[in-house]
């Protein structure tokens, strides 16, 4: 019930494209659902967060989508560059039994951005 | 750069060898998580400290400890290494445990245990 599925493992996208990342929950006690971006050698980055109480979040060109109903949620790029070319991972934090979070973010699997120029 | 630095860099140990790992959070943030990230994987959360005190553990056996010092800097602990250790090992601090908080993650540890 922890477990959060991304996918697809891998996309190729032509610059100025949209990519679309999904991921899939089961655990309703999930209440932040981050997005991060990875450049090999690097640590994880927050690209953009998003709570259950909203369906879209939008920061520049990173759009997030939820849909509570359904238990899923969505990245999309927009005008997708080369140098959005790394590897994308979801997330999610649950509250804990005093309703507070402690913290665990359990992530998905991960896609594998390309753009091509 | 999130201003979470970690130390060092890459690390080479041998089977049944111990290693400490050595974080520092952003300047403002009182929580350090750890997490393992294998090649090819998503970060599995090893534990999170806050106000020196481990407040939430992920599904990792007690050869992995960690400490939380007064200024908030943290240590992760793995004893009896084993090969399958190796991985990237992250730390991520944020200003509190409560809800929402962003996570910031530091470049990482490369552990290999041969």
């Known amino acids: 019930q922890q477990q959060v599925k991304q996918s697809p493992q891998s996309l190729i996208v032509q610059k100025g494209g949209i990519s679309i990342i999904n991921c899939a929950y089961e655990?309703?006690?999930?209440?932040?659902f981050p997005w991060y971006q990875q450049f090999p050698g690097k640590g994880p980055a927050l690209l953009i967060a998003?709570?259950?109480?909203?369906s879209e979040k939008k920061e520049g060109r990173f759009t997030i989508s939820f849909n509570k109903s359904a238990k899923q949620f969505s990245l999309h790029i927009m005008d997708s560059q080369p140098g959005d070319s790394a590897t994308y991972f979801c997330a999610a934090k649950a509250r804990n039994a005093g309703g507070t979070s402690y913290g665990k973010l359990t992530f998905g699997q991960g896609t594998i951005l390309t753009v091509h120029p | 750069e999130t201003g979470v630095t970690q130390s060092p860099t890459h690390l080479i140990k041998t089977r049944g060898q111990q290693v400490t790992l050595r974080c520092s959070s952003q300047?403002?943030?009182?929580?350090v998580s750890w997490y393992q990230q294998a090649l090819g994987q998503g970060p599995q959360f090893i534990f999170q400290y806050y106000r020196e005190e481990e407040n939430g553990r992920g599904n990792f056996p007690p050869r992995f400890s960690g400490l939380q010092f007064p200024n908030y800097s943290s240590e992760l602990n793995v004893n009896a290494l084993e090969l399958d250790d190796s991985a990237l090992y992250l730390c991520?601090?944020?200003?509190?445990?409560?809800?929402?908080?962003?996570?910031?993650f530091g470049p990482g540890t490369r552990l290999t245990v041969l």
């Open positions: 300047s403002g943030h009182n929580t």
């Open positions: 655990n309703t006690a999930f209440d932040y």
């Open positions: 998003i709570r259950p109480d909203v």
């Open positions: 991520a601090s944020s200003r509190s445990s409560g809800t929402g908080n962003e996570q910031f």
